[in-house]
């Protein structure tokens, strides 16, 4: 067969590191993964609750998770767009 292309359609963005979906498990390149942060509480809700009625101040934690394309678009994280929007560049 003939070698079409020089670099086989890779592309030249390298070799990205691989991420594990929260969801399934499937490994996924970090650049195609679709990364979701979310706050978490610290402690539980009502030692929270007394220490805010006391006028503490409660630093809040995030978590973040990574998720494939698939199951980004299953959980609604992410929409299908149609293929006139996935064209323009830019955030989802």
């Known amino acids: 067969m003939v070698k079409k292309r020089k670099n086989s359609g890779k592309g030249q963005s390298?070799?990205?590191?691989?991420?594990?979906?929260?969801?399934?498990?499937?490994?996924?390149?970090?650049?195609?993964?679709?990364?979701?942060?979310?706050?978490?509480?610290l402690m539980e809700g009502v030692i929270a609750k007394e220490l805010r009625q006391s006028g503490a101040i409660m630093p809040n934690g995030q978590s973040s998770r990574w998720y494939c394309v698939s199951c980004a678009?299953?959980?609604?994280?992410?929409?299908?767009?149609?293929?006139?929007?996935?064209?323009?560049?830019?955030?989802?």
């Open 14 to 41: 390298g070799n990205n590191t691989s991420i594990q979906c929260s969801k399934c498990g499937r490994l996924v390149p970090r650049s195609k993964a679709k990364r979701v942060t979310r706050p978490t509480r």
């Open 73 to 92: 678009v299953h959980s609604h994280t992410v929409k299908i767009r149609s293929s006139a929007d996935r064209k323009k560049a830019g955030k989802l």
